[in-house]
């Protein structure tokens, strides 16, 4: 069901919610987090399918804020999504004009569950600092994909610069995989100890860095990561050892092979992570991950980077 308020406001969108809570069409009861997604228009519909499935695994309340393409300033346009058309959640989306988008810690005031974590979500620009935005500072976790911004590396090294506990980036969740047999693979023998690592794959991808980042931080080896023309995300890790090196390759986005010296050949299915796998993923914990922080601190900035001719 979905129920559209133009030229209304927060509290009377809370007010709504409350009557369909009672008139049983909504349930908040089992809510575990609020979800407060800050996006573009392009980006509305994508992000409430992947917060709709996300909610499967996360029940939560979903609060989509974004610019209106017109109107009058101090105006705001809801809409309710509930029942089939909010997947395990409730979803408020709300458009606003003017001066409403410089505080949009206002807007969503009204309509945050109580005693819930909140996770603030930028599915495609991030702020510059994610923990000073008027929002942001109220999550606990704050959640950017520096894979799809104008200029993923940058955006990646700016959140390095202005980190702050509760940070991260869907790039991380989309290797959680490749970690897991890395870790599995290294820990054989001959426990030999990774003299360098390679990481290469799609130029704009920042997956790569973190991978590698997160590698080298571990490992204490020198990580580089090799930008290539490739579309499918990372397409090969090559850990060097002393008898022989650990290659991790997956060529065409959807199985891994990974071989080393002495063992056959394993083939394992490893495709790309989609939006809602990643945010899923992210979703899982709502304490700070010291384990991205290590890679994003202490390895991203020892990482070598060049472009494969």
């Not at 709709?52 to 809801?78: K, Q």
């Not at 990580?223 to 890790?237: H, Q």
Request: charged share 25%.
């Amino acid at each position: 069901m979905i129920i559209d308020m133009p030229d209304t406001t927060s509290n009377d969108v809370n007010k709504r919610l409350v009557r369909l809570r009672d008139e049983g069409g909504a349930v908040a009861l089992g809510r575990v987090l609020t979800l407060v997604v800050l996006a573009d228009e392009r980006d509305v519909e994508e992000s409430v399918e992947a917060a709709n499935d996300a909610s499967r695994e996360h029940p939560c309340r979903v609060i989509v804020v974004a610019p209106a393409e017109r109107g009058a300033d101090g105006r705001l346009d809801a809409q309710i999504r509930v029942g089939g058309d909010a997947g395990a959640s409730e979803v408020v989306v709300l458009r606003a004009f003017g001066p409403l988008l410089e505080r949009t810690d206002t807007l969503v005031m009204p309509l945050l569950l109580p005693d819930a974590p909140i996770v603030a979500w930028w599915p495609r620009e991030a702020p510059e600092v994610p923990s000073q935005d008027p929002v942001g500072a109220m999550a606990a976790r704050r959640i950017i994909d520096s894979t799809v911004a104008k200029n993923p590396v940058d955006m990646l090294g700016n959140l390095a610069g202005t980190y702050a506990p509760g940070d991260t980036d869907l790039a991380w969740a989309r290797v959680t995989l490749w970690r897991a047999l890395i870790a599995a693979a290294i820990e054989q023998p001959p426990y030999e100890p990774v003299l360098s690592v390679t990481v290469e794959g799609q130029k704009r991808h920042t997956s790569l860095d973190l991978l590698a980042a997160w590698l080298g931080a571990r490992l204490h080896c020198p990580a580089e990561v090799v930008r290539t023309s490739s579309d499918d995300a990372i397409t090969r890790v090559t850990l060097e050892r002393k008898s022989g090196p650990i290659v991790l390759d997956r060529p065409d986005g959807r199985t891994v092979t990974i071989t080393q010296p002495g063992k056959p050949a394993r083939r394992i299915a490893l495709p790309i992570r989609a939006l809602n796998e990643a945010l899923i993923e992210e979703l899982r914990r709502l304490d700070p991950d010291e384990t991205f922080e290590e890679a994003l601190i202490r390895g991203l900035d020892q990482v070598t980077t060049r472009t494969a001719a």
